[in-house]
């Protein structure tokens, strides 16, 4: 069973423009992790996040959790043509990790 | 620093076959996995390894086996493959289990015909 669900399932922008995915979940966790999956390649963990923080930055990444709402969001500030992957949340609970279906995400030029 | 390397990147096999994916890395990690990938599925835990000489299994582990003999190696065996098993496997590793960021391979895409 899928803990969390990343919505929209895909999302196309231009270059320049910033791009927005959203992962709920349903029972409590430890803490939430995003990944990016480049055509045919194996997942890149980008950020993590734990259950008392509620915002972290890296780069142009911006991961924000609220636990009331279980739910968390991915913004990608002045996308390039390179963002172009899916985007994967995963929810840590027990020792596991638990992945959603993921986001795609197509930047053009 | 060659991270995670899995072998063999592509097989394809008849129903019944039997085969083994390797999962090698080289940043002495403890924990190990193995997923599946499939279309609209994200991944799923099939085993995982918290340590050498351990195993256990996680949300889809039937028709599988692991072995951990050795701390850098992760073994994934089909002993009769069926055609539901066609999937993208993906090995990954991690220093601290799921508290951290797990390190993942390119991926062995089966095919189960």
């Known amino acids: 069973s899928q803990q969390g669900e990343e919505d929209p399932q895909a999302l196309s922008i231009q270059e320049g423009e910033n791009a927005t995915m959203n992962c709920s979940y349903k029972?409590?966790?430890?803490?939430l992790q995003w990944y990016r999956q480049n055509s045919g390649r194996g997942l890149v963990h980008l950020i993590l996040?734990?259950?008392?923080?509620r915002e972290k930055h890296s780069g142009r990444l911006r991961v924000t959790l609220d636990t009331s709402k279980k739910s968390s969001s991915l913004l990608i500030t002045a996308s390039r043509a390179a963002d172009t992957a899916s985007y994967f949340c995963?929810?840590?609970?027990?020792?596991?990790?638990?992945f959603g279906a993921g986001t795609q995400v197509v930047v053009t030029p | 620093n060659a991270g995670v390397t899995q072998t063999p990147k592509f097989r394809v096999l008849k129903t019944g076959q039997s085969m083994t994916l390797l999962c090698a890395q080289d940043?002495?990690?403890?924990?190990m996995y193995w997923y599946r990938q499939d279309p609209g599925m994200g991944l799923r835990l099939i085993h995982y390894?918290?340590?050498?000489?351990?195993?256990a299994k996680g949300e889809v582990p039937d028709g599988y086996n692991v072995s951990r003999l050795k701390k850098q190696n992760f073994l994934l065996g089909l002993e009769s493959a069926a055609p539901s098993q066609t999937s993208v496997y993906f090995c990954?590793?991690?220093?601290?289990?799921?508290?951290?960021?797990?390190?993942f391979g390119e991926g062995s895409r089966l095919t189960v015909l």
């Open positions: 995963a929810t840590e609970q027990g020792g596991k990790l638990q």
């Open positions: 990954a590793s991690s220093k601290q289990g799921t508290v951290g960021e797990l390190f």
């Open positions: 029972t409590s966790i430890n803490n």
């Open positions: 996040i734990r259950s008392n923080e």
């Open positions: 390894s918290v340590g050498e000489g351990t195993t």
């Open positions: 940043m002495n990690h403890e924990y």
